[in-house]
């Protein structure tokens, strides 16, 4: 499933699913195959966040996965202009799409993680995997402003691959690690390069207000079953900056979720961004200006666009 949490109009943000061009609402599908099986209103609930249903476990997976198939069926069937009137699915152009979990329980973030990436700034391949945080209240969703602020004059790009923790832990085994995700998305973990040098350490530099844009769906583990066989690009006013591979990640996604576990315990609702390829602005120059579009994108995922704007 494409999972997105998405708002109609001003109601509070909903969990949905995308198929063809609609949203698919899966508590209002839920809520009316609960209703037509005559089950009693005290269990026709279904999560209201995407936290709720990846906390909810292969339970609420199961339910959303049943309320996307009858939501499919109904998006096919003619005459199903009515499912918005009905609140069981919308155009996806009529929507406005959050970002996918809002917000995440802990926003970690590896560096690093390209040997190209790292070789362009200068840096030794890491013997280790190199992590760092942001804070989740930097998150921003797809479309939504990535604020140019007036402390920074090195803005900076960076794609990368996301995975979502379903099943917590702690000292996962590599060999288990990818049964404890949930799913993926795309960071674009933009960065003020100035500051991150100036401060001597990552955090500042990369935790600015609007400074994580994630989205623009959630997919489901089970349609990614090998996450390092994804193309990964970014674009900026429509000029290739990156473009590379998920293959070449000098630590692979179940090895990150290992040693990060280590001693760690790993709730539901995690997000671990997996590092960024080569081609950011620091190593070419190129950096960010008011008014840019910014195009993240990985395979079987999709673009997460966001474009650059003054404070």
Avoid at 40 to 49: E, S
Avoid at 208 to 214: G, H, K, R, V
Wanted: hydrophobic share 40%; net charge neutral; proline share 6%.
């Amino acid at each position: 499933m494409h999972l997105v949490t998405f708002r109609k109009g001003r109601s509070q943000g909903r969990v949905g699913a995308i198929w063809h061009e609609a949203v698919i609402d899966l508590a209002g599908v839920a809520k009316d195959l609960a209703v037509q099986r005559n089950e009693p209103a005290r269990g026709r609930g279904f999560p209201k966040t995407m936290l709720e249903l990846v906390e909810g476990g292969e339970a609420a997976l199961a339910r959303a996965r049943e309320a996307f198939e009858a939501g499919q069926r109904l998006v096919d069937a003619p005459g199903s202009d009515d499912l918005a009137a009905r609140r069981l699915a919308y155009p996806l152009a009529k929507v406005r799409l959050l970002a996918p979990i809002t917000p995440p329980r802990n926003v970690f973030c590896l560096g690093r993680n390209y040997a190209d990436h790292a070789a362009e700034r200068g840096a030794a391949v890491p013997e280790h995997p190199v992590y760092f945080t942001k804070p989740a209240a930097c998150v921003i969703g797809p479309g939504e402003r990535v604020t140019h602020h007036a402390v920074t004059k090195e803005l900076d790009y960076e794609v990368e691959l996301t995975a979502v923790i379903g099943t917590g832990g702690r000292d996962i085994q590599r060999g288990h690690a990818l049964r404890h995700v949930f799913g993926y998305t795309v960071i674009n973990d933009v960065t003020a390069r100035d500051l991150q040098k100036r401060h001597g350490q990552w955090f500042k530099g990369k935790s600015l207000d609007t400074f994580c844009p994630m989205g623009p769906v959630l997919v489901t583990a089970d349609e990614i079953p090998d996450p390092q066989a994804l193309a990964v690009s970014l674009r900026v006013n429509g000029q290739v900056r990156q473009s590379s591979h998920t293959s070449k990640m000098i630590f692979p996604v179940d090895q990150c979720i290992e040693v990060l576990s280590q001693g760690l315990t790993l709730m539901p609702g995690d997000v671990i961004a997996t590092g960024t390829p080569d081609g950011v602005g620091a190593a070419t120059g190129n950096f960010l200006k008011v008014g840019d579009r910014m195009e993240a994108e990985i395979e079987r995922i999709g673009v997460l666009a966001n474009r650059v704007a003054a404070p």
